[in-house]
């Protein structure tokens, strides 16, 4: 059966219709990454957002339950270019096909990704529609397309309640804005006890469990429509307890200490992204998704300065936070898939714990 993609900008592109045949808009964005496909789909970051893959060739080894980064794929629509319809891997307990549509979730196989990319790249992220539908008239749905806001997303993919991981080290308090499982994964393997909290907890809540860490996770959507729980971070910020933040939580705590995110022109997702560490001039290379960052322009030195840079276009990846033990960055540490150069930043944590005990 026949799919379409129908961006804001009036390009139409055709396609076979893979997975769900339900119609979706959203806003369309594309990653990079060579592998890590499951990974990709099932990080709840991508809710709200409808996903291209620019590696040609999707689900060669098809979909490993243990690999999941959470119970569920999240994306509004899957966009590949060539998807593998017999997958080969000994671990492969199910198809692409098959997941998307037991999820709901449509998508569209079998278009240039590369000229999506490119559009994409030149004009900006933008919103689209992907329907089976062929009698679409372009211009009932541009006007559909232009008004379309993702809205509050971090409600939909946070856990419902508080639950204790295993561990016998530090106490670790998780904020769940849509957390990866790799990144309580990488606390456990350091000894941590994690507990993770809804994204909605209130502070005092966190604080009376006496946590000798506060991780703020990973989230989709745009980080100024969560103006509760920014309230809650900013009574976090005023607590001696050391803090932690990925992607999500870093754009968070800026804007509970003052400083302003933006929306960047097409964001950053992929497995290869360098950042420099402005304190060791060290490049690491690093996974990446985000669409929003944080304006170093409006940085108070004596609340936050800024810890890493990408290299690829200056724009801030991390932040340290003066007098504090806090700080956050905007890639993703516990990478998955992607390279783990990163990860030595959770023993950073660590040591933030052992030396406020
Ligand atoms: N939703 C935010 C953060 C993404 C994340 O935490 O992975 C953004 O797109 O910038």
């Not at 098809?62 to 000994?90: A, K, M, T």
């Not at 993919?157 to 508080?162: I, R, S, W």
């Not at 990144?183 to 507990?195: D, F, H, K, P």
């Not at 809540?205 to 429509?225: H, T, V």
Request: net charge negative.
């Amino acid at each position: 059966m026949k799919a379409f993609l129908i961006l804001e900008d009036g390009t139409v592109f055709t396609g076979t219709s893979i997975g769900s045949k339900k119609e979706i808009i959203s806003e369309i964005v594309f990653n990079t990454s060579m592998t890590g496909y499951l990974e990709v789909l099932t990080d709840p970051s991508y809710a709200g957002q409808a996903v291209c893959m620019t590696y040609p060739l999707i689900g060669n080894y098809g979909i490993c339950h243990e690999d999941q980064e959470s119970l569920r794929p999240w994306p509004d629509g899957y966009i590949v270019r060539e998807l593998s319809r017999i997958p080969s891997n000994f671990r492969c307990e199910d198809t692409i096909q098959n997941f998307l549509k037991r999820y709901d979730i449509p998508g569209i196989a079998g278009i240039d990704t590369r000229a999506l990319t490119k559009i994409l790249r030149e004009k900006g992220t933008m919103n689209g529609m992907i329907t089976t539908n062929a009698d679409y008239k372009l211009e009932e749905v541009l006007p559909k397309l232009k008004a379309y806001t993702t809205g509050r997303v971090v409600e939909r993919v946070t856990c419902e309640e508080k639950k204790v991981l295993k561990g016998s080290g530090p106490k670790v308090a998780l904020m769940d804005f849509g957390a990866k499982d790799n990144i309580a994964r990488s606390l456990n393997e350091r000894g941590c006890q994690v507990t993770v909290y809804p994204a909605f907890t209130k502070a005092e809540e966190i604080l009376r469990d006496d946590p000798d860490g506060i991780m703020l996770s990973n989230g989709p959507g745009d980080p100024k429509e969560c103006t509760s729980i920014i309230e809650e971070i900013k009574k976090l910020y005023d607590s001696q307890v050391p803090i932690f933040a990925i992607c999500l939580g870093h754009q968070l705590m800026a804007l509970a200490t003052g400083a302003d995110t933006r929306k960047m022109k097409y964001g950053h997702r992929g497995g290869n992204h360098p950042v420099k560490d402005l304190e060791t001039g060290r490049v690491y290379i690093s996974s990446q998704n985000h669409g929003y960052m944080v304006d170093t322009d409006t940085l108070n030195p004596q609340v936050a300065v800024p810890a890493f840079e990408n290299v690829n276009d200056k724009t801030n990846e991390g932040l340290k936070y003066t007098g504090k033990n806090i700080f956050t960055v905007q890639f993703h540490p516990e990478a998955c898939p992607g390279p783990q150069d990163s990860g030595y930043l959770f023993d950073r944590f660590m040591k933030m714990m052992e030396v406020s005990e």
